[in-house]
């Protein structure tokens, strides 16, 4: 066996994401346009700010700016979420970070698949967004066991994928040849069927339990229903759409407009609708309609740590419940208003971010340090006071992951608001998920940790050298 002829996963995964964005834009057209609106106002953002520039090219950031950032699926069963990460390991890709979105009013949990060493991110971000349908959570005994059965029956992996993900597994790898094929025969999984498996009336029955189970039971395969490209100046965008005839959501999820961007902000056009065929046993199948696909933008800004992050729960929970939940079209205005008036309290530059270790950085030796006295070993403890004097720089880590009530605003955002507001008393359960899974997920607040120490480690072996 000649392994070194196997490709990198992140050829693989480039590779799949560029096939997965072809094939989006094919089926989505505004998918496209928003893709070179986000292009348009990177461009200007990176030429009109030097600042922004530096600091992505100091993180390695810059290269994949243009490349996909990442997309969303919805799973029914265990063997899916099972399947889907041996799936996605053969692109290095790994379940980062439990999401419970029950909370939200949507019956699924989720984890995110990534990259999870810093060069790997940088050579190729994409990440999908995956969820796990909670039966459990559906209270009509009946419509259940149809929805297992219907589960039970149905394949979204095609038997060459298969194939090719046992081969990866006991070889340690693909070469060029085997990853083409793997990466087409994977796309199959993600495509968008316009013929649904269940008849109308059946598709109704789900559709009147939650949208999003018909949009997971009613279908050949999980489609992907969104890409997301990451933008520069999220405002600017949101501000652009209508001109470009992209109809944006009434507001941008997340943190407000800051000159430090924290965590993550998002927001999307709606979801098409689109033609379906449902399944009829007397010939002819009735035509109907389904929203699912829709795009998506987001800003990534500096990663919290949990002291930032109880923080920004704390502030943005305040806004919520001062104008009674989620915000819509009417009080968006409003709730903007609100919310950048409390976050005033959250510090806007990133020294103090960094000295109230409210977020993670990257740290650097500067020029200085080439001439640094070597009469003495450095330890972590003296990070601050190299700090202090020039010896050493620091850079945002930036966030690579997601956030519950947003994510659950984007849901929201294309289910109708109906759907939105159901209660569900289910309680989180990271324990099943990772059983389904086969696999525990990464801690989030870990990992940041860890890359945090690990650029910290490698300053200090630079200095002792
Ligand atoms: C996933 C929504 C979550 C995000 O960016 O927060 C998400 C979905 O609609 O399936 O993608
Ligand atoms: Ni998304």
Known sequence: LDTKAFVSPEYIRNRFASIMSDMYKNEVPLYGDLLDLVHDINDTVLSESAAIKEQLANTGEITRLNMERHGAIRLGKPYELFTMRRLFKVMGMFPVGYYDLATAGVPVHSTAFRAIENTALNQAPFRVFTSLLRLDLIDDNNLRERVETILEDRQIFTQKALEL????????????????????????????HDTATVDYEMYEALLKQHRLIADVVAFKGPHINHLTPRSLDIDKVQANMEARHIPPKDNIEGPPTRK?????????????????????????????????????????????????????NELLGKTRKAIGGSPNAENAAEYNKLLQENFTVFPDNYAELHSEKLAYFHYFTTEKAKNISKDRLFRKEDVPQLLDDGYLKIEPMVYEDFLPVSAAGIFASNLGTDDAKRNYEGTSNQ???????????????????????????????????
């Open 431 to 465: 324990l099943l998920f990772e059983k389904d899974l086969g696999a525990p997920v990464y801690e989030l607040m870990k990992w940041y940790e860890d890359m945090q120490d690990e650029t910290i480690q490698k300053c200090l072996a630079e200095l002792n050298a």
């Open 165 to 192: 993900i046992e081969k990866s597994e006991k070889q340690g790898g693909l070469n060029k040849e085997d990853a083409e094929i793997f990466v087409q025969e994977a796309l199959e999984t993600f495509r968008w």
């Open 260 to 312: 430090c961007p924290v965590l993550l902000r998002q927001t999307s056009f709606k979801a098409l609708t689109e033609k379906v065929t449902f399944k009829n046993d007397n010939g002819n199948g009735k035509m109907g309609e389904h929203k699912a696909r829709f795009g998506e933008i987001e800003q990534r800004g500096v990663a919290l740590t949990q002291k930032g992050l109880d923080l920004y």
